[in-house]
């Protein structure tokens, strides 16, 4: 049974259909608007303000999901991903979501999140995830703070109680020249990776500016845009990295 219901809704951003992105399969996926984070190189910076999102009930949401329900159960794969913004900063919405698309819908979940707001995530929400997408941007403190604004130690916890719970997690590096790209800083989230047990594939992304006009409309200065994409090589060594710790990375 559900704990908390929301009448109210939530702020959502807005909501996609894609593949082999924001988990397995053919994916709904809803964008939550608001974030804790100010990540120097995020992608979506029109989803950091929970203002920019529209209030919408759970009912809306699970309408929209399911013109495409069909769809996704005939893949054989697939299901509905959270992602933002962060999820967590509306963890009473995003438990409802969870458990809708789940018990209702019959779809595969997934949490994409920063964890920084892990602690705001109930035993509830967690149960009616089965896959949480983690993001891990640095193992340097201070680059960390630097990269987003906000400490690490937050997502630390948060993935060693996902490990207690034997949750399955695909971890979520973003590699940038300059500065998450030093092998002892890649080193040491693939050894931190490697010691929970419950980690069963790490993404390597690389660094890109996909979003950089999205800064711009907002009038905010990408601080960014001089810095490189990572070469096929770059990408590829922190790949090594995380597998020589017998993690499998794409």
Not at 50 to 79: C, N, P, Q, W
Not at 148 to 177: I, M, S, Y
Not at 198 to 216: I, Y
């Amino acid at each position: 049974m559900l704990p908390t219901t929301v009448k109210a809704g939530g702020s959502v951003h807005s909501w996609d259909l894609s593949t082999g992105v924001d988990g397995p399969g053919t994916r709904f996926v809803v964008f939550l608007a608001g974030c804790p984070l100010n990540c120097l190189y995020c992608h979506n910076p029109d989803t950091m303000r929970m203002r920019s999102g529209t209030r919408t009930t759970a009912d809306e949401v699970l309408a929209e999901a399911a013109k495409y329900t069909g769809f996704i159960h005939a893949t054989g794969s697939g299901g509905a991903t959270l992602s933002g913004g962060e999820p967590l900063l509306q963890p009473a919405f995003t438990g409802e979501l969870l458990h809708r698309f789940k018990h209702e819908l019959g779809l595969h979940t997934a949490l994409d999140t920063s964890g920084f707001l892990g602690a705001r995530a109930s035993d509830a929400l967690l149960a009616d995830t089965d896959l949480v997408l983690l993001d891990i941007k640095s193992w340097d403190r201070a680059l960390y703070r630097r990269l987003t604004g906000r400490p690490l130690e937050p997502t630390l916890d948060f993935a060693r109680r996902l490990a207690g719970l034997d949750k399955n997690v695909h971890l979520r590096f973003v590699l940038v020249p300059g500065l998450t790209d030093p092998p002892e800083n890649v080193a040491g989230v693939a050894a931190f990776a490697a010691s929970l047990g419950n980690v069963s594939r790490v993404d390597v992304l690389p660094f890109h500016k996909l979003g950089q006009s999205k800064w711009a409309a907002l009038g905010r200065e990408f601080t960014l845009a001089d810095t490189p994409t990572p070469t096929p090589e770059q990408v590829q060594a922190a790949r090594d990295i995380f597998a020589a710790h017998g993690l499998r990375a794409v």
